[in-house]
């Protein structure tokens, strides 16, 4: 795998750390490149193989289904090679979609049989209206999943379409939900799928800042208007339907955040992710705001970049280099260092050619090294 | 009407040797004021009823009684009453949803929840004595009036059809619902009609020229399929964009500028 949705991928897989809340991904999408499924498919399959190969936090998966029929998934991840054999053990389905109301339930007592209740295919919900119902048949299900008392296993939880439980409950009770599941100590990650346009903006908003990666499909290009005509709607509408943009955004624990931009194809096998590279001068230049000086290199400019040789590079003269990495104490630069006394470092990279100086002036000793976070974060080891 | 070579078939994939979609389909048709699509709904009645197709058709009426549908599927060809008495069409006149005024909300839940158990209880029983594997189709012939009789909630709505989802899940079933889109056009959020987009595998858009009113053509249509599975077996959103005429017992489609 080498497409980027694999970091978010990644980040489900290693689960969440001791004492913080689980990792959350929301999906989201729209009218104008409705492929939330399709996303949340590739990410639910991506996981569960995970899972079934052992290499995730998490030991097992607990699906709840309100978009599609059980046999929907069971059918996909059968499809991808994941064992349904396996899969049943590691993957249970809560089935909120055969009976949301429980109509087929109060339909009964007339002492008519049903013959149409669907191969049972994981836990029936028959009141989605009641989520801490809900909260304890999924807590119930992963444990049952893991096994309890093997010490603390996790397991992860994925909601297939949140839109419909806020149409049934409130903002209110699905945050409560969600932040629940998060800050369960078993749980690892929790990932769901929304439709945006469904909801009012605060919705939306409210559920972003429960999750910890955001992933939002969008159409290429705008929409046109309704006055645009006819033609070029059409063909808007053409060019969107198979294809889209794919953004990311991941919240780290420090706060930092990491916005990833790709294109993302849809066919039969799933969806494809194609990274849009930065160096698209055409879309870059139309992007860029019309500014009074120069942002772009020309030609000549980025052939002279090209040639400088950087003070870290090998510099093919034998001698080994020191570079200068603000951990040494002063005192320990002895030939290079011109007044130790002074806070001001002289480092010769190009041993004493004299023809470049960097000047570095410390604050003081006791400062760390400059960066505050850990440099390795996203390694995948 | 021109049966084996008709622009509207193509495009909902009927014609292709294609296998049928593994699950329920769910067909939502568009239209406008100026524009019915009515016509379309009757084209798909026919075809479910035709003898190829060997479904079971369950139609619910809210917008015209069934003497009114047995007269232009007739003009069709096809035999309204001959099939309800074969018990392959069930008609459903729910012209009075939602006339026992009282208290909205709770009247409305009964009766869509009375409707649907009709229907399943149909199909348990009547249609499908021996769990026989016709396909189902359900057909709703203006979603909008459930929601005027709801006193405009769509929830409950969206309730019933989720219920009619569930019993279209078979090879072949499908549900076919039509909705005006003009109605919702000053409307923000969510409204029932992005909600059934959502849900529907198949658009079907019946809207006025752009260019205005025509003698020969009455409106165009935009057929955008989602998912098909083509003969190669890859999966591909269809897009279909042709003209129409309505004519006394069929419809012509032709591609823009494809008429003399």
Same mark, same amino acid.
């Given at each position: 795998?080498?497409?980027?949705?694999?970091?978010?991928?990644?980040?489900?897989?290693?689960?969440?750390?001791?004492?913080?809340?689980?990792?959350?991904?929301?999906?989201?999408?729209?009218?104008?490149?409705?492929?939330?499924?399709?996303?949340?498919?590739?990410?639910?399959?991506?996981?569960?193989?995970?899972?079934?190969?052992?290499?995730?936090?998490?030991?097992?998966?607990?699906?709840?289904?309100?978009?599609?029929?059980?046999?929907?998934?069971?059918?996909?991840?059968?499809?991808?090679?994941?064992?349904?054999?396996?899969?049943?053990?590691?993957?249970?389905?809560?089935?909120?979609?055969?009976?949301?109301?429980?109509?087929?339930?109060?339909?009964?007592?007339?002492?008519?049989?049903?013959?149409?209740?669907?191969?049972?295919?994981?836990?029936?919900?028959?009141?989605?209206?009641?989520?801490?119902?809900?909260?304890?048949?999924?807590?119930?299900?992963?444990?049952?999943?893991?096994?309890?008392?093997?010490?603390?296993?996790?397991?992860?939880?994925?909601?297939?379409?949140?839109?419909?439980?806020?149409?049934?409950?409130?903002?209110?009770?699905?945050?409560?939900?969600?932040?629940?599941?998060?800050?369960?100590?078993?749980?690892?990650?929790?990932?769901?799928?929304?439709?945006?346009?469904?909801?009012?903006?605060?919705?939306?908003?409210?559920?972003?800042?429960?999750?910890?990666?955001?992933?939002?499909?969008?159409?290429?290009?705008?929409?046109?208007?309704?006055?645009?005509?006819?033609?070029?709607?059409?063909?808007?509408?053409?060019?969107?339907?198979?294809?889209?943009?794919?953004?990311?955004?991941?919240?780290?624990?420090?706060?930092?955040?990491?916005?990833?931009?790709?294109?993302?194809?849809?066919?039969?096998?799933?969806?494809?992710?194609?990274?849009?590279?930065?160096?698209?001068?055409?879309?870059?230049?139309?992007?860029?705001?019309?500014?009074?000086?120069?942002?772009?290199?020309?030609?000549?400019?980025?052939?002279?970049?090209?040639?400088?040789?950087?003070?870290?590079?090998?510099?093919?003269?034998?001698?080994?280099?020191?570079?200068?990495?603000?951990?040494?104490?002063?005192?320990?630069?002895?030939?290079?260092?011109?007044?130790?006394?002074?806070?001001?470092?002289?480092?010769?990279?190009?041993?004493?050619?004299?023809?470049?100086?960097?000047?570095?002036?410390?604050?003081?000793?006791?400062?760390?090294?400059?960066?505050?976070?850990?440099?390795?974060?996203?390694?995948?080891? | 009407?021109?049966?084996?070579?008709?622009?509207?078939?193509?495009?909902?994939?009927?014609?292709?040797?294609?296998?049928?979609?593994?699950?329920?389909?769910?067909?939502?048709?568009?239209?406008?004021?100026?524009?019915?699509?009515?016509?379309? /709904? &009757?084209?798909?009645?026919?075809?479910? $009823?035709?003898?190829? !197709? @060997?479904?079971? #058709? +369950?139609?619910?009426?809210?917008?015209?009684?069934?003497?009114?549908?047995?007269?232009?599927?007739?003009?069709?060809?096809?035999?309204?009453?001959?099939?309800?008495?074969?018990?392959?069409?069930?008609?459903?006149?729910?012209?009075?949803?939602?006339?026992?005024?009282?208290?909205?909300?709770?009247?409305?839940?009964?009766?869509?929840?009375?409707?649907?158990?009709?229907?399943?209880?149909?199909?348990?029983?009547?249609?499908?004595?021996?769990?026989?594997?016709?396909?189902?189709?359900?057909?709703?012939?203006?979603?909008?009036?459930?929601?005027?009789?709801?006193?405009?909630?769509?929830?409950?709505?969206?309730?019933? /059809? &989720?219920?009619?989802?569930?019993?279209? $899940?078979?090879?072949? !079933? @499908?549900?076919? #619902? +039509?909705?005006?889109?003009?109605?919702?056009?000053?409307?923000?959020?969510?409204?029932?009609?992005?909600?059934?987009?959502?849900?529907?595998?198949?658009?079907?858009?019946?809207?006025?020229?752009?260019?205005?009113?025509?003698?020969?053509?009455?409106?165009?249509?935009?057929?955008?399929?989602?998912?098909?599975?083509?003969?190669?077996?890859?999966?591909?959103?269809?897009?279909?964009?042709?003209?129409?005429?309505?004519?006394?017992?069929?419809?012509?489609?032709?591609?823009?500028?494809?008429?003399?």
């Amino acid at each position: 795998m080498k497409e980027m949705a694999e970091p978010i991928c990644r980040v489900l897989r290693d689960g969440a750390l001791e004492g913080e809340h689980a990792p959350a991904l929301m999906i989201k999408d729209s009218m104008h490149s409705a492929f939330g499924l399709d996303v949340f498919n590739h990410i639910l399959c991506s996981l569960a193989s995970n899972i079934s190969a052992g290499k995730s936090q998490a030991r097992g998966l607990v699906l709840v289904s309100l978009n599609r029929h059980p046999s929907f998934y069971t059918d996909l991840l059968k499809s991808r090679g994941i064992g349904v054999a396996s899969s049943n053990k590691l993957i249970q389905i809560v089935d909120c979609y055969s009976d949301p109301l429980g109509w087929k339930d109060r339909l009964l007592d007339p002492g008519c049989i049903t013959k149409l209740s669907p191969k049972a295919t994981g836990t029936l919900c028959k009141d989605i209206r009641d989520l801490d119902k809900l909260l304890s048949v999924i807590l119930e299900l992963g444990n049952g999943l893991v096994g309890v008392g093997q010490g603390k296993i996790h397991f992860s939880v994925a909601i297939d379409l949140v839109t419909v439980i806020i149409r049934h409950t409130s903002l209110q009770s699905v945050s409560r939900l969600i932040s629940n599941l998060r800050s369960h100590d078993q749980v690892s990650s929790v990932f769901w799928l929304i439709h945006s346009d469904l909801h009012e903006m605060k919705a939306i908003a409210a559920l972003e800042y429960m999750s910890s990666m955001v992933a939002n499909l969008e159409p290429i290009g705008q929409s046109p208007n309704e006055q645009r005509g006819h033609f070029e709607k059409l063909l808007w509408t053409e060019q969107n339907s198979n294809k889209g943009k794919f953004h990311v955004r991941f919240k780290r624990r420090n706060g930092r955040v990491k916005l990833m931009s790709e294109e993302f194809l849809v066919e039969q096998g799933g969806i494809k992710f194609i990274t849009v590279s930065s160096g698209n001068g055409m879309i870059d230049q139309s992007l860029l705001p019309k500014v009074q000086f120069n942002l772009q290199l020309s030609e000549k400019e980025r052939v002279d970049r090209a040639k400088v040789v950087l003070p870290f590079e090998h510099q093919g003269n034998g001698k080994s280099m020191q570079i200068y990495d603000g951990r040494r104490s002063l005192t320990e630069g002895h030939n290079n260092l011109s007044t130790p006394a002074s806070t001001t470092t002289k480092i010769h990279t190009e041993a004493d050619c004299g023809k470049g100086e960097i000047h570095y002036i410390r604050d003081s000793d006791d400062e760390m090294p400059d960066s505050d976070e850990d440099p390795d974060d996203d390694l995948d080891i | 009407m021109d049966n084996h070579s008709n622009l509207l078939d193509e495009a909902l994939g009927f014609n292709s040797k294609a296998r049928v979609s593994p699950s329920g389909r769910v067909v939502l048709i568009e239209d406008s004021v100026e524009t019915s699509g009515s016509f379309v /709904l &009757h084209h798909l009645m026919k075809h479910a $009823l035709s003898l190829n !197709c @060997s479904g079971i #058709v +369950l139609f619910v009426a809210l917008a015209q009684p069934f003497s009114h549908y047995d007269r232009i599927l007739r003009k069709l060809g096809c035999n309204l009453v001959a099939q309800r008495d074969n018990n392959r069409l069930f008609f459903f006149d729910m012209l009075k949803l939602g006339c026992l005024d009282g208290d909205g909300g709770k009247i409305i839940e009964g009766q869509l929840l009375e409707l649907y158990g009709k229907i399943q209880k149909t199909i348990e029983t009547d249609a499908l004595p021996d769990q026989s594997k016709n396909p189902i189709t359900i057909m709703i012939d203006d979603i909008s009036l459930m929601e005027v009789a709801a006193h405009g909630s769509s929830n409950h709505v969206l309730d019933f /059809l &989720h219920y009619c989802h569930t019993l279209t $899940l078979g090879p072949g !079933c @499908s549900l076919v #619902v +039509l909705n005006h889109e003009d109605i919702y056009s000053s409307l923000t959020g969510p409204t029932l009609i992005l909600e059934m987009e959502y849900i529907a595998d198949i658009v079907i858009k019946a809207e006025p020229l752009a260019t205005g009113l025509a003698s020969d053509v009455h409106g165009q249509l935009m057929v955008v399929n989602k998912g098909i599975i083509d003969e190669n077996g890859t999966l591909r959103t269809k897009l279909r964009n042709f003209h129409f005429k309505v004519k006394e017992n069929s419809v012509e489609y032709f591609y823009p500028g494809s008429q003399s």
